[in-house]
C-alpha cells in the first residue's frame, strides 16, 4: 500500500526529473518495471546486494522483514549510500533520523550535514499528531499529551484492509433480511461472534467493533503502539528535554486514515485566539476547523480527509481542568503523511544536495 501511494505521489509531483531510477522486487524478478525505469526496464532481485550497493539512495517500502534482511549486510560490504525506509525497524537506532519534513526539516539537515546516512518513516499517528499540533511543540508550550487514537485498518496493510471489506460484506448480509432494528443487531451480533466471519489478520472481528489493543505489549501496561507516541515524537522533534506522550491505542472500523483525540497540558496559559494561530503555522497543510457541529461533520472526519494532505484539527477548546488544558481532535491520511509523503519529501532534500 505504502509504496503504490508513493509511486502515485511521485509521478503527480514528477518527482523522478533528474535522478535514474531502479526498481527492485522480492517477488517478480525480471518482470516489467514502472515506467520511469525506461522501455526495457526490468524488476531486479531486491536481494542482490551487488546490484543494492550501486545506487546512491535506497528507498524501501517493502516490511521490516526486508529491511532485517538485506540493510547490515550492505552496511557490511561497504555500502556509503542514503538508506530511506517505511519500516519500523531502524526507527530508534542511534544512527538514524525519523523523517517528518516539514515538522523538522533542521533535524534532518543537521544529520546531513553530520553524515548521517539512514531515514525512517516514523509512526503514521505519531507523525500525524505532529503535523497537526507541531506549532505548539515548535514554540515550546507542550509539558505533556495524552493521545486517544482511532486508527483506520489501512495501518495494518492492505490484507487488513481487506478482511475489514470481508467483515463489512458478511455483516451486510446477515442484516440483509431484518425487519426491525432489534432483530438487524441480533443477526449482525450473531455474524460477528461466528466462525465464519474472517478475522484471520485481525484475530477479532473489527467491523462494526473496535480493537483496543496494537501492537506487542510493552512494560507498565503500553501497547508499543502507545509506547510509540513519546519514543518516536521526542525523536522527530530532536527534543532536549522528553515531552511526556501517552494515551490508549484503538482500531476501528474505518478503511483509511486516522484520528485522534488530544488532551494537551500547555505550559501556561495561551488565548484561543493565539493558539489557533500558532497551530495553523504547524505546517502548510494544518487546517483549523471550527469548533461548530457543521465545520466538524463537513472537514474533520475520515470520509472527508482521505486521499487528501490536508490535516485538520478542530473540536479546539480549554477543558474544564484549567485554563492550560486544551481539547483538539485531529484527522490525517495515514498512507499520506502517516507513511508515502515524508519519504517522498526525503528523496527531494536529497536531490537538492546530491
Known sequence: MVGS???????????????????????????????EAGPKGALLDAYDLKALATCQAIVSCQGGDYTQKVYADLRKNGWTG??????????????????????????????????????IGGNC?????????GGLFREGLVEWVSSMTYQAASGGGAAKMLELMKQMSVLNAAAANGTDALTVDRAVTAAQRSDTLP??????????????????????????????????ANKILGSAKAIPIDGICVRVGTLRCHSQGLVVKMTRNVPMNDVESILASSS??????PNTKDATLRDLTPTAVSGTLTVPVGRLHKLRMGPEYLG????????????AEPLRRMVNILKERM
Open 199 to 232: 478475522t484471520g489478520e485481525f484475530g477479532a472481528p473489527l467491523a462494526g467493533s473496535l480493537l483496543a489493543w496494537i501492537d506487542k505489549e510493552m512494560p507498565d501496561g503500553q501497547t508499543k503502539e502507545e509506547w510509540k507516541g513519546e519514543a518516536e
Open 328 to 339: 483538539a481532535f485531529t484527522v490525517g491520511d495515514q498512507l499520506l503523511w502517516g507513511a
Open 125 to 133: 499517528t505519531v507523525s500525524l499528531m505532529l503535523m497537526a499540533m
Open 82 to 119: 542514503y538508506w530511506i525506509d517505511a519500516a519500523s525497524t531502524l526507527r530508534m537506532m542511534d544512527h538514524s533520523v525519523i523523517i517528518l519534513d516539514p515538522i523538522n526539516r533542521g533535524v534532518i539537515d543537521r544529520a546531513l550535514d553530520s553524515g548521517v546516512k539512514d531515514y
Open 284 to 289: 502548510d497543510w494544518t487546517k483549523i476547523v
Open 5 to 35: 501511494v508513493l509511486m502515485q505521489r511521485m509521478r503527480e509531483e514528477s518527482d523522478f526529473a533528474g535522478i535514474e531510477p531502479v526498481f527492485f522486487t522480492t517477488s517478480n524478478v525480471g518482470g516489467a518495471a514502472p515506467a
